[in-house]
């Protein structure tokens, strides 16, 4: 045998096919008909008990539990095609579902409940479509969902049982309203429907028990939406004219809101109650934003007043935290909206309202009532309230202030100033309440702002009068922060900061109109100066006294110097030495000043006085003669404060502006007279110097002081030159290297070491030879051209003596190689001198010399000297002989060479048999000697 499970459904399907046609033979009804096929089902299900442990029947009675599921569709599609009658197809189905429900129990199969409850659904749709219940489908197919909670209290002892035809209720309940939606927007449209009113309310039913029975958070959200679905259809049934959809549907969402999400305490309703307020609220919102939309302003601004009660309310009654701190501001900005939407009502009722006043009034007076309420709140100790309305009010408030700074203000004048004057206690409440101090700042540019706004009041006309009136408003901002700020002290800096950026930029403006048109009296700028000075003498803070302070002193020259052009001064006086006359008027009042606010001044004075010099020096005209006097009495101030402060090297640079003042006088003062001043100054320079310092450069403890004087003199020196030509007397030639040489030597010990005063001496001595240069070139004609040469030299011979005995005495090695150097030089140039000239004396000359030094070097023992003067001797010699051994034959030189090679091996082989070398011990008892000499 097989026992093949092929065969075994082919066997059972064999029978199944002969019962059905064996009976459709018999020709019996539609129902007789199905209920002996169901009879044999049953009886397959019997069979299937009484034999299903039998080990011989084992191979059938298992597949019988699979195929009476198989036998079910199979008799389904028997009917199918041996019968069209679809209302019995109907109750064929729902018949079949109650036999896959008793297989549930039979096989302990739980998946045939899903079948049971798909057959039960179909069956109902099979009945209500061809059955007089299709009048009334809505209605039946909205209660399909309670039949499956029938079904579960039914098998409620069967908890999985029980729990999933609660879920397969929620689900074709769902279907259900899906399906009679679509068939209602096919059918009725846009009218609406009595029916699909009761279905969308047994379905928001359905899904309410199953909120209550399962506690899914989906169904306890879905049963509020059927709700407002219904109400809907009611809306469109009702189809009244007395409110719009969004209003009526606000209304539900209202009482939904009240009854169940925050009023409902039966425990039936319990479930819903949060998904009730939170839906009812996203309906309200989504009614008020539609009814916004259309511009159903009267609808919108009456939703968002009820909207904002609602809040109260829900914060009154709920005890969840996020709700209730939502709530205590959704209730003022609603408030807030609803006033907004009252403007565009009034807009349509009240013609020229918006072109006249604008949106500015209106913002200024809902914020001004909100504030109102909020005061009432406060009264009512409902202070989370008051709060919250308090900040949307000046929320409020500071948007009318924006849209009247932004353009869009109001055309009435007054009404744009009591705005603003409203705006100033707004603001002030502000701070105080909310207790941030930063907040002054607000208070005080809305006080500007108001000032700003008095001037179309006061029609004034041009620039000048804008600005004589504006220059008050630092000064009303300093006094009422000084005033203020005795009782709130944190309000002084606002308006203390916000007077002085506003006085820079009128400050600008008033210079600025001065520069063009001088239609504005200068004294204007006493105003900011006694601010400025005020300012100084309030501030604690150094840098803040100082930058005031400074303020003050700046604004002084603008008014001296606007004075002059104003009045016409400047054809009298240059324009530059406006900052001179400043610098003594600040000069003048240091003198009073006690030593604090002395060493402020200076650190102004000293800088502002050094633009000023250079500003009169280098200024477009030409400098007159006249001029030296108050130029020389401008330096003379700026360095008496510069020696005060004892800043010597800031000293240097006044000093170099009389330099400069020179160079400006270089074509129009006489030359000779310059070179007498230059020469002045450098003297007048020195003498100062050497009065006032002991050193050129002086380390005191953390400071380095330089004598700016001396060094200063030093430029004079170089600066002489330029003024030099070579038609130019060399009596005033030398004057350059003389002033150098004096400086050296009168500053040779001033610098404090040893090596500086030598190197000083050096230059000092060093500095007179190009002097000496210049007057030998001038006379040369006195004396004749055979020794120009040796005048110009030879005197560099007595500086070195000079500078080795008695300036680098302990510098002996060196001085010798410098020495050395140096006669090479001298005998060099005099060597080369003489070849040029080629002449017989100048061969004497030479000789005599190089004897002489030889002669010297011997007899003072300096082998530079000695050796020089012998090489030079002997070079002299050769060369003055030329002509001689020049001449001679070719022979005479081998000769020559014969000899002395002869010589030399004679003298190598006498020394031999002697065995002694009595010439090589003479030469080494020289070389001793030599060695000796310096």
């Known amino acids: 045998m097989h026992r093949s499970r092929l065969f075994v459904w082919i066997s059972f399907i064999s029978i199944s096919l002969t019962v059905g046609f064996g009976l459709r033979a018999l020709e019996l009804s539609v129902d007789a008909f199905y209920l002996l096929l169901m009879v044999f089902n049953a009886v397959l299900l019997v069979l299937y008990h009484q034999y299903k442990e039998r080990k011989r ?38 018949l079949t579902a109650g036999l896959y429900m008793a297989m549930v129990f039979v096989y302990k199969t ?65 279907f259900a309203f899906i399906y009679v939606s679509y068939k209602g927007i096919l059918i009725q449209a846009e009218d609406g429907s009595l029916l699909l009113f009761l279905s969308y309310l047994i379905v928001a039913l359905n899904y309410g028990v199953l909120s209550y029975l399962v506690k899914q958070q989906v169904f306890q959200y879905l049963t509020p939406v059927f709700i407002f679905a219904a109400a809907w259809q009611l809306w469109l049934v009702v189809d009244s004219d007395f409110a719009s959809m969004e209003l009526f549907l606000f209304a539900v969402a209202s009482a939904v809101l009240l009854y169940l999400g925050l009023w409902a305490k039966h425990h039936w309703f319990l479930p819903i109650k949060e998904s009730s307020f939170y839906t009812s609220i996203v309906i309200m919102i989504l009614c008020i934003g539609f009814a916004a939309q259309t ?178 408003a630092p000064v009303l901002l300093i006094s009422i922060g000084s005033l203020g700020g005795k009782k709130w002290p944190d309000m002084n800096p606002y308006f203390f900061w916000l007077a002085h950026g506003s006085m820079v930029i009128l400050t600008a403006i008033i210079l600025l109109e001065q520069t063009i048109s001088m239609r504005l009296t200068p004294f204007i700028l006493m105003v900011p100066i006694a601010v400025y000075v005020y300012s100084s003498l309030v501030k604690k803070r150094e840098w803040q006294v100082k930058v005031f302070l400074y303020a003050s002193f700046t604004t002084l020259f603008f008014l001296i110097t606007n004075i002059g052009g104003h009045y016409d001064l400047f054809q009298a006086i240059p324009a530059p030495y406006s900052i001179m006359i400043t610098s003594v008027i600040l000069s003048l009042t240091w003198l009073s000043l006690p030593v604090v606010w002395r060493r402020r001044v200076e650190w102004y004075l000293i800088p502002f006085s050094l633009i000023g010099m250079y500003s009169i020096i280098y200024k477009p005209d030409l400098l007159q003669v006249v001029e030296i006097v ?23 640079l006044p000093l170099l502006a009389i330099l400069c003042m020179w160079e400006e006088y270089r074509m129009i003062i006489d030359r000779q007279v310059m070179l007498v001043l230059l020469m002045i100054s450098f003297v007048v320079l020195v003498v100062i110097g050497r009065v006032m310092y002991s050193h050129l450069v002086e380390k005191k403890k953390d400071s380095i002081i330089l004598d700016s004087f001396t ?46 005063a030598a190197i000083f001496e050096t230059l000092s001595v060093l500095t007179i030879y190009p002097a000496y240069l210049l007057v030998i070139y001038e006379y040369r004609d006195l004396w004749s051209d055979l020794i120009q040469a040796e005048l110009e030299v030879l005197p560099l011979i007595g500086v070195m003596i000079f500078l080795q005995k008695q300036t680098w005495s302990d510098y002996r090695q060196i001085m010798k190689r410098i020495q050395l150097s140096l006669l090479l030089g001298i ?64 022979w005479v030189y081998l000769l020559v060479a014969g000899l002395l090679l002869i010589g030399i091996a004679s003298y190598n082989e006498w020394q031999k048999q002697q065995g002694h070398n009595p010439v090589g011990r003479k030469l080494k008892q020289l070389q001793a000697s030599l060695g000796r000499w310096d």
């Not at 009675?61 to 069209?84: D, R």
């Not at 600066?719 to 500053?747: A, C, D, H, K, M």
């Open 827 to 890: 005998s060099a140039y005099l060597v080369v001198d003489a070849i040029f000239s080629h002449t017989i004396w100048d061969a004497w000359i030479i000789g005599s010399l190089s004897l002489i030094s030889m002669v010297v070097g011997m007899q003072l023992r300096i082998k530079s000297y000695f050796f020089v003067g012998m090489g030079v001797l002997i070079f002299n010699v050769i060369y003055q002989t030329r002509p001689y051994w020049g001449n001679m034959p070719w």
């Open 630 to 652: 108050p130029i020389l009495a401008y330096v003379a101030l700026t360095v008496f404060f510069i020696l005060y402060r004892k800043w010597s090297w800031v000293n240097v």
């Open 295 to 472: 511009n159903q302003y009267s609808e919108t601004a009456a939703m968002l007043f009820t909207f904002g009660v609602w809040a109260y309310l829900a914060f009154k009654k709920s005890h969840v935290k996020e709700v209730m701190d939502t709530a205590v501001w959704v209730q003022p900005l609603s408030w807030f909206a609803a006033l907004v939407t009252v403007y565009f009502i009034l807009v349509e009722h009240i013609a020229g309202l918006r072109s006249v006043y604008g949106e500015t009034a209106h913002f200024a007076c809902a914020g001004l009532l909100l504030l109102a309420i909020s005061e009432a709140f406060r009264r009512a100790k409902e202070e989370d309230f008051s709060m919250s309305t308090f900040y949307i009010g000046q929320s409020s408030y500071a948007l009318a202030i924006f849209f009247l700074l932004n353009g869009t203000g109001v055309e009435a004048d007054w009404m744009r100033a009591v705005i603003l004057a409203a705006g100033i206690a707004v603001f002030t409440w502000l701070v105080l309440r909310s207790g941030i101090s930063q907040l002054w700042i607000v208070v005080s540019l809305t006080v500007l702002a108001f000032y700003v706004s008095l001037l179309p009041l006061l029609e004034l006309h041009g620039l000048p009068d804008i600005l004589m009136f504006m220059i008050a």
């Open 110 to 174: 739980r998946e045939y409940q899903f079948v049971f409850s798909t057959l039960v659904a179909y069956g109902i749709y099979q009945l209500v479509e061809h059955s007089a219940l299709e009048t009334v489908d809505f209605v039946v197919y909205g209660a399909a969902g309670l039949l499956y909670i029938g079904f579960a209290y039914a098998w409620r002892s069967h908890t999985f049982v029980s729990r999933m035809f609660m879920y397969m209720s929620g689900l074709i309940s769902f």
């Open 57 to 94: 029947l084992q191979l059938f009675m298992k597949e019988v539990p699979l195929y009476t599921q198989a036998n079910l569709i199979l008799s389904t599609l028997l009917m199918l095609v041996l019968f069209e009658n679809e209302l019995f197809y109907s109750f064929n189905l729902l």
């Open 711 to 756: 060094w200063v003199a030093l430029l004079y020196s170089p600066f002489l030159f330029t003024f030099l030509q070579e038609n130019t007397t060399v009596w005033l030639q030398i004057v350059p290297y003389l002033l150098l040489s004096v400086w050296f030597i009168l500053n040779r010990l001033r610098w404090g070491t040893q090596m500086a």
